[in-house]
């Protein structure tokens, strides 16, 4: 299985400011025959469904703020919050969907500090 | 308005079974491959089962298999979860969710508890 691995559990931004949270996996989801990364990011508020930010690591899912931003490539990934806003505070998590069983981190709770 | 709906869960005793439901509208449900994915209380995210556009191609998480089984009704825009031998640690909300480059759309979830 495709272990991913979040870090910081948690993070604490003032509001304005930038937010980066990391995401590894344990073995590379780049589809070499595409050339596209199978990396998706969520984002969970309490008592909601999980809710698709980006996916293919980098292509934000339309509706979603331009402040939310995907990089990385074969097992190193960064999601970024350009300028933390109040309603940004929830939980998000990092998915892999190269191989099943399909995983994802632990997640990061992001907080205002 | 593209939706998901799940139905089914409750309260039952360890070894007894149930079968979720999930109801889509608002878009062609046939055209989309679909996932149950849980979340025990507290507790981060854990994909559970896959299945394709047509039924012929499934899977499941080692925690679950040869317990639940996926399947889907194209006809009446419907997804399926049936769960046997259940456990306490299946306790959890069940979401059904929709793969369109990663998950792209997800139900508001249904509460299975499972404590004697």
């Known amino acids: 299985d495709i272990v991913m691995t979040q870090s910081p559990d948690s993070l604490a931004v003032s509001l304005g400011e930038r937010a980066t949270i990391n995401c590894k996996s344990s073995?590379?989801?780049?589809?070499?025959?595409?050339?596209?990364?199978?990396l998706a990011w969520y984002q969970q508020k309490p008592g909601q469904p999980p809710k698709l930010l980006i996916y293919?690591?980098?292509t934000r899912k339309s509706g979603v703020p331009d402040r939310f931003s995907g990089s990385g490539s074969g097992t190193d990934f960064t999601l970024t919050i350009s300028s933390l806003q109040a309603e940004d505070v929830a939980v998000y998590y990092c998915?892999?969907?190269?191989?099943?069983?399909?995983?994802f981190g632990h997640g990061t709770k992001l907080e205002f500090k | 308005e593209e939706q998901l709906v799940e139905s089914g869960g409750g309260l039952l005793q360890p070894g007894g079974s149930l079968r979720l439901s999930c109801a889509a509208s608002?878009?062609?449900?046939?055209?989309?491959?679909m996932n149950w994915v849980r979340q025990a209380p507290g507790k981060g995210l854990e994909w559970i089962s896959y299945?394709?556009?047509?039924?012929?191609?499934?899977y499941y998480a080692d925690s679950v298999k040869g317990r639940f089984t996926i399947s889907r009704d194209n006809a009446k825009n419907a997804l399926y979860l049936q769960m046997n031998s259940l456990r306490a640690d299946d306790t959890a909300v069940y979401y059904c969710?929709?793969?369109?480059?990663?998950?792209?759309?997800w139900g508001q979830g249904t509460m299975v508890t499972v404590s004697s």
């Open positions: 969710a929709r793969v369109s480059g990663g998950f792209d759309m």
């Open positions: 608002g878009f062609t449900f046939s055209y989309y491959t």
């Open positions: 299945i394709n556009k047509n039924s012929t191609t499934t």
């Open positions: 073995q590379s989801v780049l589809y070499s025959s595409n050339n596209k990364n199978y």
């Open positions: 293919w690591a980098s």
């Open positions: 998915q892999q969907y190269y191989d099943t069983p399909w995983t």
